[in-house]
């Protein structure tokens, strides 16, 4: 059954082996829209999403640590079919091809040691500042017997502490019941579980460590951080990463993702006054003004819920190719050409029935042309040949 297969299991076109070679890009300061300060912005922007509340790390329940969700009958083994979902494989597919469980070890390079001197933070391992998006760092009253340090970007930093819903969950049904009776905001409350199945929940999460470092890390050699919610979804960095998961919503579930993560990555890159993030601010604030005009909302929580169609999916892909125009050359425009040409990606992959087959070589070759952004006109062009796959 084509919806039950587990990313990257297939051979994929060549897109994947094309965003191989993505890496971070240096980046400086645009305008961001005059007359409105962060703060104005967070206000404003404060309703899209229900999880914009939720804290970092849940405050009181404990984190039983990755131990607790490994045994072989649960999610260190063969993956079933549960529902309609292949579920069972997850903590061998996120222990051997998720960047997540090497970000602590991360904490032990030679980087990291180099960024730690510059801040005076002794060692990068033991730093709270550094652990806050490299492990799952939680007061020692929150930590069950399981729990380490060595867990990483672990289980529950993502799915949420599991104190309270690890034994219930494990009935076949329990999170999809749960799920019915009061959604995602109430499986966070009642259990502490964060519903990553909402886009809009998952955004936040995602951008809570992707889009909120601080200016004096940057400063001090940190990589400058960028996000676009379908690419970093789909782990398109290297041949060896690969999701645990598989997207429930079929083809136009790459354009949601697009459509919610510029909502979530413009509220959190106001949020923080970073001078790193001020180049991503005018990129999706570009990127909401076309969600708005081809979804008819900017919206995290009501693009989440919608359906979206191949139509909408084609305009936003015209849309956002056109605001390329904008950050065709400089420096510090490198990120943004990287994150409008995944997007583009993203919505003109929505169109096709499936993006692996439907879509030939020459479509992958523009998307790594214009992946590589590099200046000028020739990415532009290989824009406007991407979006001509889109009918
Ligand atoms: C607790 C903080 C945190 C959260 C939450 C988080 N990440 Fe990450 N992510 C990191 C860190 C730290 C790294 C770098 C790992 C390393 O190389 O040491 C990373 C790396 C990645 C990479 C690889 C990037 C590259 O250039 O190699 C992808 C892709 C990614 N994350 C996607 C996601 C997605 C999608 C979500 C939400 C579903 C998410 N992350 C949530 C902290 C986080
Ligand atoms: C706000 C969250 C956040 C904080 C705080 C943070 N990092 Fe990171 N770090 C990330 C993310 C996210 C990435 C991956 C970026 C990407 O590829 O998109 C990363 C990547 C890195 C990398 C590059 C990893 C690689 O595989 O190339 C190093 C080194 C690093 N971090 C060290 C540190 C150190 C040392 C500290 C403390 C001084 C620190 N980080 C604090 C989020 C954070
Ligand atoms: C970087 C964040 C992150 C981390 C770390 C993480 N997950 Fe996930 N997980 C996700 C996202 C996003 C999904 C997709 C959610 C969905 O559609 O329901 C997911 C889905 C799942 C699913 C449903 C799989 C499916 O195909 O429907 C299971 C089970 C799961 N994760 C277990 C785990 C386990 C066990 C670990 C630790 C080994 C883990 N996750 C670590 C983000 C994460």
């Known amino acids: 059954m084509h919806s039950l297969r587990r990313r990257g299991q297939v051979v994929?076109?060549?897109?994947?082996?094309?965003?191989?070679?993505?890496?971070?890009?240096?980046?400086?300061?645009?305008?961001?829209?005059s007359g409105m300060s962060p703060g104005d912005f967070v206000v404003c922007l404060a309703p899209i999403s229900t999880a914009a509340q939720q804290p970092a790390v849940h405050p009181s329940l404990k984190y039983l640590g990755n131990g607790s969700c490994t045994g072989?009958?649960?999610?260190?083994?063969?993956a079933k079919d549960q529902s309609g979902h292949l579920i069972g494989d997850e903590f061998t597919i996120w222990q051997e091809k998720d960047?997540?469980?090497?970000?602590?070890?991360?904490?032990s390079s030679k980087a990291s040691g180099e960024i730690a001197t510059k801040m005076k933070l002794g060692d990068a391992k033991a730093a709270n500042r550094c652990l806050a998006c490299h492990s799952t760092q939680v007061p020692a009253a929150q930590r069950g017997e399981k729990w380490k340090i060595e867990d990483s970007v672990g289980c529950e930093r993502c799915h949420?502490?599991?104190?309270?819903?690890?034994?219930?969950?494990?009935?076949?049904?329990?999170?999809?019941?749960?799920?019915k009776k009061g959604g995602a905001d109430s499986l966070n409350k009642n259990w502490g579980l964060i519903d990553t199945s909402d886009l809009a929940v998952r955004g936040t999460m995602c951008v809570s460590c992707h889009l909120q470092i601080d200016q004096d890390m940057v400063e001090a050699g940190h990589p400058t951080l960028k996000f676009e919610m379908y690419d970093y979804n789909n782990y398109h960095f290297a041949k060896q990463f690969r999701p645990h998961w598989d997207e429930r919503g079929g083809p136009t579930s790459a354009a949601k993702l697009w459509a919610v993560g510029q909502a979530a990555s413009l509220a959190a890159a106001t949020s923080k006054e970073a001078a790193s993030l001020k180049p991503l601010v005018a990129v999706y604030q570009a990127g909401v003004q076309v969600v708005k005009s081809a979804f008819g909302s900017g919206d995290a929580a009501t693009l989440s819920a919608m359906t979206m169609t191949k139509e909408q999916a084609i305009k936003a892909a015209n849309e956002l190719a056109a605001t390329g125009d904008a950050f065709k050359s400089g420096a510090e425009n490198e990120r943004a050409r990287k994150i409008i040409a995944s997007g583009v990606e993203g919505l003109v992959s929505a169109c096709v029935k499936d993006p692996d087959k439907d879509l030939s070589d020459e479509f992958w070759a523009a998307s790594e042309t214009a992946r590589k952004a590099s200046e000028g006109d020739a990415w532009l062009a290989a824009l406007k040949r991407m979006t001509s796959f889109a009918k």
């Open 99 to 107: 960047p997540h469980a090497k970000a602590y070890k991360t904490l």
């Open 12 to 33: 994929l076109g060549l897109g994947f082996a094309v965003a191989a070679s993505s890496v971070v890009a240096a980046g400086a300061a645009l305008l961001v829209e």
């Open 72 to 78: 072989s009958k649960c999610h260190s083994g063969e």
């Open 160 to 179: 949420g502490a599991s104190e309270k819903w690890k034994e219930p969950h494990q009935k076949a049904g329990w999170t999809e019941a749960e799920r």
